[in-house]
Each structure stands twice: as structure tokens, then as C-alpha cells.
């Protein structure tokens, strides 16, 4: 079976502007997790969804939003970016939520100029 | 709320040597406790977890980790390195409230270095 997969694997945007990242988990799994890894940091939970609602929001603005689709996979947007938001955008899947364990993608990096 | 420390940023280490990164963690309530391991541009792989039951788990190449809930710590060793080992290793909690997800607190990260 396929793992996580993510696209794109490079995005350059400029200041303001809005970026799209795609998310498909493997094949079972219902649950999508988005985190943010800055560069030389451990990831940071930004959403997690389960059966296309939202279980769990981290601590970041709300120029960050995601959904999850019928099929569940999932979109992360970020509007208005800023030169903070540069990072590597990682993607896992689960089961479901509570115990089960999360897999990752590659990660979709972004770079903001 | 829960935290998670890894003491060492950095660990150089020379081929065939052991190895142990140290990890402690914060927290209210009970947790699961995860491994990943990030190669170089690459996204994070699990390399092994406690969830229950006996307090040492093993990866499949040669890792081990022990749960110690006084400590409340669960370092990660590895009696032997190899060159291939080279790569970034996160220490990652979640907490056992199955109402709250499965939302994974990393650690800053691990860098190990493998020389020969």
C-alpha cells in the first residue's frame, strides 16, 4: 500500500499571499494531521480531522485553516502569509483518533520571500 | 499541557559505539510515548512507541527504548551505530484521553552525527 503522500513537495510564495497544501492518507485510515516543522525545531500540531470534522487545533492564527474530504484526504490553506510561515508542512494519517498511531508523508516545504 | 525535552541537540558518535539520547516529558495525565526519526529532507518515520504493557520496546534495527514513569523520562539507545544512522531524531507524547485525538508534543530534536 501507498503511505501518506503530499503536494507539492516545494512551494516559493511571496508575502501575502495564499498557499494550498494537499494531503491523501493511506488507504483505511480516516484521520489527517497537519503539523508545522520550522527549520532546527520538532513539529507543531496545527489540525487534526476525523470523518471530515476537526477533533483538535493547535496554536496558530486563523489565517490557517484545513478541511477533509469525503475521500480523506485534505487541504491545509494559509492565507496572508508571512515570512514566518516557512517551513516543512507534514502530513500523517491514522486509523482514527485516541490510540492509534500516526504516519507520515515527505512533507510539503515552503518557502516565503 | 504537556512538554517534551530532549537534552542533547546535537550527539556525535563514532561508527560501532553506543549510543543513548535522552528524553523527558511533562504531563497531567497518562501518555503514549513515540520515536520518529527524520533522514535528511525527509519526512519523520516512526521507529518505535509505548502504549502498554512491558516498559522496553525494540525497533527492528537494533534501537531500544524504556519507558520510566517515576522519571517520567524514555530514552532511546542503541548499542552499536552505523553510518547510516546519521539523521534527526524527535521524542513525541500523546496523551491517553482518547476525547482529545491523538495529537503528537514533539521534543526540539536530536541530531546525531555518525562518524567513522
Known amino acids: 500500500d501507498a503511505g501518506v503522500t503530499q503536494s507539492p513537495t516545494h512551494l516559493i510564495k511571496t508575502r501575502g499571499q495564499h498557499v494550498t497544501l494537499r494531503c491523501s492518507p493511506i488507504s483505511g485510515h480516516k484521520s489527517v494531521s497537519w503539523y508545522q516543522q520550522v527549520l532546527g525545531q520538532g513539529p507543531q500540531f496545527i489540525f487534526q480531522y476525523y470523518e471530515k470534522e476537526e477533533r483538535g487545533r493547535g496554536n496558530f492564527p486563523d489565517r490557517f485553516s484545513a478541511r477533509q474530504f469525503p475521500n480523506y484526504s485534505s487541504e491545509l490553506n494559509v492565507n496572508a502569509l508571512l515570512l514566518g510561515d516557512s517551513a516543512l508542512y507534514l502530513c500523517?494519517?491514522?486509523?482514527?483518533?485516541?490510540?492509534?498511531?500516526?504516519?507520515f508523508g515527505p512533507g510539503t516545504r515552503l518557502l516565503v520571500l | 499541557a504537556q512538554s517534551v525535552t530532549q537534552l542533547d541537540s546535537q550527539v556525535p558518535v563514532f561508527e560501532e559505539a553506543p549510543v543513548e539520547l535522552r528524553c523527558n516529558y511533562s504531563?497531567?495525565?497518562?501518555?503514549?510515548l513515540f520515536w520518529y526519526v527524520q533522514y535528511p529532507n525527509q519526512g519523520l518515520q516512526l521507529l518505535l512507541k509505548?502504549?502498554?504493557?512491558?516498559?522496553l520496546v525494540e525497533s527492528i534495527n537494533g534501537f531500544e527504548a524504556e519507558f520510566n514513569k517515576s522519571q517520567t523520562s524514555f530514552h532511546l539507545r542503541k548499542p552499536s551505530v552505523h553510518i547510516s544512522d546519521t539523521a534527526e531524531y524527535f521524542c513525541?507524547?500523546?496523551?491517553?484521553?482518547?476525547?482529545?485525538?491523538?495529537?503528537?508534543?514533539f521534543g526540539g530534536g536530536t541530531r546525531v552525527l555518525v562518524k567513522p
Open positions: 509505548y502504549l502498554s504493557g512491558s516498559t
Open positions: 504531563s497531567s495525565v497518562s501518555v503514549y
Open positions: 500523517a494519517s491514522s486509523r482514527k483518533t485516541g490510540q492509534e498511531t500516526q504516519y
Open positions: 513525541a507524547v500523546s496523551d491517553l484521553i482518547k476525547a482529545a485525538g491523538n495529537k503528537l508534543t
